[in-house]
């Protein structure tokens, strides 16, 4: 896609190129390319608003004309009699194409565009978020007139509609170049905005009775104004509770007062060419020319998205998308977007602590200390739970290559342990037999382009939008580009799976690997359809749920090995691939090596310059808190893990709270921070350098964005084993990393495929249901803290029952159920939705549903459902 | 030369209830259908090609060879779409037509679709028209219950379904490709092509969309055949058509006549210009084609002489204005209809035609500079031809032709500050102007000119 001078290209790639010129350059480009395209190939830049690689064309602002001649029959270049829109015209062998920089015609073109744009433009660019980053402020400059010959009225719209709590619009400034409507409808495929009206008066707008002048209609809401100091803004910011022409039904309960809510709407703001659409938390907060800007990676999900990190002064503004075609183009959620407040809490460790003991040996306050005295602290307390029946380590899911690697091998070098598992989540032995045989060690395989090139894809305990993220987004291009077909095996099609096309293999939870199983060509139904889809290039994508089904992870195995379809892991957090790489799992050394093989710890031994590795493999997270729950265990040194997280919080911080001896690194004060002996502050992904991997196996490296005097999970842990005299060799990531590079791939023996047997579906009485969960993108995690306006666009927590189930109850959409275990109950609204009888969905931690804190249940308990006797608080109270 | 007018279309609208079917019937109705069904489809195609019948919508292009576009068939649907959605301001010849005669264009339909492979046939109405759509209604319900449409029509094995659509009110949906869009539900806004209707129209499947008109020529050129066509008109602007004569003439209404006619002729046929007063400008076609004047009046009202002359033929809507009108006012209201039904989606025509608009009012007011002149034409040259689709040349029409023969009027409302003209006096019936201009301020409202 060059200039052809000297190019070698075979014949029969040459057969597919077009050859023509651009500005008198003679350029060859693959058959198909759009005449904008080819030329950016060769460096010439036609102004252009509707244009996006990523979108189909449009060719609506009409701002990239130029002038054209194609050869006729007879090979004579005729003219054509009109000023083409270069973002539409496909080249053709022997075009003749003209630009602003070698046609009058095309500039005077542009020029008078251009000059119609702005007539209704307000020119506010000095208050303008997009000021100087501005497409429509740049293009003025190099294609526009200097001034306006246009005296007369411009039009004007009431400023900013909120049509998200999280999005403003602006209509005047909007040119309409369509790319929001159309990023909603191509690529999200929740299109909550579209054109309205028409002619002068046509504007981007969310289905809004009083712009479309319904009678009675109210006037549209008006946003009232942000506070530039981020004060709280006046509840009544942004949107009605409920959306008066919202469909009356399901959708209005289960989104956020709108029929439709996205998690991708803030690539719509990124993508506008004006400051039409802008960030209600960014609005007025910066100049792009006073950020400086730095890459980044998403530390929110396994998919390891490109960011670029927008700070001032030590504060990151904002986050935007940047352009990685192998894994999320330009495109990422709204959680990557805008949760990143979290870093800079009010709540932020900045200082190391120690907990006083009392005169009488009770223990005191946590009180500040020096970075000696805490890891002096940390290092005495250690040694003596080491020896008091030794140390668990809980690093948790979030974390960088690098400090998974300093997290395994402080507990192998310093504790001497093979208790460590950063699974803060459903987890079982199972699954750590097929991470040992199907992920550990294993080179990248099925990858994001895979995804999008499968002919079908089938998901197993893995939601594709809510626990998917971007994932989803190529899915979709998949099925819409490649006409690629989708089948769940889940209890009910969600709003991401119904956005595919997808379809439903109902099942009920616990009983997935039955159902996987079923799948065989020939079989009824979706089974049988599921099955044929099922081939060589199909993929299988479990989730990290499939942990909880005894025998899910087996069957799946059993299930790609029977299809030749391949089969890939994608768990939620940014750390869980990179810890079970580095080997921060109870029977897993780095690099896939079983802690059982004795080779594979002479290897490791050699590497870490010690003799003697623990042998035996260690306890997993759910027995690592209860020993240390019940003493047996001396010791805790735990990262960055959210006790609700865990399969039973009670417990955990039972555990936290009695074990001898807890030793917490944290970002923020936490549930775990609060009951340590030591806490010793870590920096989050903002202010370090590091490697996520992410699901697909690919290395994510991200530069340090701040400042800052914390240090990094690793340099901490080596500090704290020079403490206990062990030397760790952590301190820089250039020391991890050589050491990683050390570490020849393993050839050794890998972990025997799990076979485990299904588990018996539970009886059930009267009154009781299975449980089905999982978390929805936007919950109440702690990384989303601190983004109100995120938190708006969240999903409402609902409970779904099927028709006959609320039946029994006598209850219908909307009325409130309960449901309850000996632990605590749960009422949320209820959505009837088809799905198996039997089988309650809750989201699983989101406000007013912590499912594993309130219920201590997990998917496939047995829980009581009842129709709730009481109203459910008020959603407008501080709760949210 | 003398020529006389060739009433085809309009030949049984002297006749009692001539909308209905028996009327048509007895009128040999569905005679050429009939006929037609006798045929190869691919001879009715042929010989509505070598008819040399061009498209009656504005465009004038070849309607058989538009047919001949259609991909071979491959098993699945392929439709006909009647763009029945009139709406040029001076334009009114297909409602007329398709109420005094609504099975002629059934017939039309009929024979067209099988000529094409089609199975159903859609025609798109424009929604004001109710009293139309109702008429349409009942003929295609009759004409079911004659088995004209339907399963097996007229015994031939071949079926055909007709719908008839209302749009909302949309000038764009005249536009085909909007048109289709909004009869497939969506906003109708025009579509990017390639892919042209032929090959992905109306529900992504080769579609052909004609005009009214056009389609309503067709039972005659069958049933009477091609030479018989041929014999009428020129050589490249073959057969006849309804010429629509409105505004300051004694006798306005639908002429139906061979292209090449003059208006000099059609005039004598009207009963001329208004007593005592005498042609000023008048579109050729619509209010989308330039103006022509006194001079024009031996043009001949066929494509290649329009076109030659500067104009094009459009839909042969002829607005007679006389010596009482302001050009200043015709071409400011015309420019507020394209401002109003700019669809929207493209630039140039979205803020072009608000942006001409402004500038023609504060002329017309008496505000305007001779600046202003210049932006008008400035403006006019940046839409034309920059438009998505021709809607917005269109909007240009008007104006740059008044500006090229009436310049010193716009000049004159510059300086005198205000339009010299009264509004009342080129009223055809009594009329208060809802703002008089300065200049006539304490004058009597006049009454009709005449």
Redesign the interface.
Known sequence: MTTTTGKTSSEVARADLVTFTIDDVEVSVPKGTLVIRAAEEIGIQIPRFCDHPLLQPVGACRQCLVEVATPDREGNVRPMPKPQASCTLEASPGMVVRTQRTSAVADKAQHGVMELLLINHPLDCPTCDKGGECPLQNQAMSNGRATSRFHDTKRTFPKPVAISTEILLDRERCVLCQRCTRFSEEIAGDPFIDLQMRGIKQQVGVFDPGVLGFGGAEPVQVYRGAQPDGTPVDAAMGLPAQDPAGPAGQATVDTSGRPFASYFSGNTIQICPVGALTNAAYRFRSRPFDLVSTPGVSEHDSNGAALRVDHRRGVVLRRLALEDAAVNEEWISDKDRFAFTWQGMPDRLTVPHVRDTLPDGTRGELRPASWSEALDAAATGLAAARAAGGVGVLPGGRLTVEDAYAYAKFARVVLGTNDVDHRARTHSAEEEAFLAHHVAGTPMGVTFADLEKAPATLLVGFEPEDEGGIVFLRLRKAVQRHKARVFSVAPFAGRGLSRLDGTLVPAAPGTEAEVLDALAPGADGVLGQAAAALGPDAVVVVGERLAGVPGGLSAALRLAERTGARLVWIPRRAGERGGVEMGTLPGLLPGGRLVEDARARIDMGAVWGVDQLPSTPGRDASAIVAAAADGTLGGLVVGGVDPADLPDPALALRAFAQVGFLVSLEVRSSAVSELADVVLPVAPPVEKAGTFLNWEGRPRPFPQALTSTAMADHRVLAALADAMDVPLGTRTVAQVHREIDQLAAWDGARGAAPEVAYAEPPALGAGEAVLATWHLLLDAGRCQDGERFLAGTAQRPVARLSPAHAAELGVGTGDVVTVRTDRGQVSLPLVVTPMPDGVVWLPLHSTGSMVRSTLGADAGAVVRVEAARLAPATTDGKGL | MTTTLSPVLSATWGAQRPWSLSTYESHDGYQAFRKALTMAPADIVTAVKDSGLRGRGGAGFPTGLKWSFLPQPDGGPRYLVVNADESEPGTCKDIPLMMASPHLLLEGVAITSFAIGCNHAFIYLRGEVVHVYRRLLQAVEDAYEKGYLGKDVLGSGYDLDVTVHAGAG?Y?CGEETALLDSLEGR?GQPR?KPPFPAVAGLYARPTVVNNVESIASVPAIIGKGVDWFRSMGTEKSAGFGLFSLSGHVVRPGQYEAPLGITLRELLEMAGGVREGHELKFWTPGGSSTPLFTAEHLDVPLDYESVGAAGSMLGTRALQIFDETTCVVRAISRWTDFY??????????C??????LK??LH?IEDGEGTR?DLD?LL??C??IL????CALGDGATSPITSGLQYFRAEFEAHIDGAGCPFDPAASALFPYTPRRRPAALEGASAGTAGA
């Open positions: 949309a764009i906003r990017l401002q109003h039904e700019s669809c929207g989606k493209c630039t140039p979205r803020e072009g035609t608000w942006w402004q500038i504060r600046e932006t400035d403006v040259d940046n031809g920059r438009a998505f």
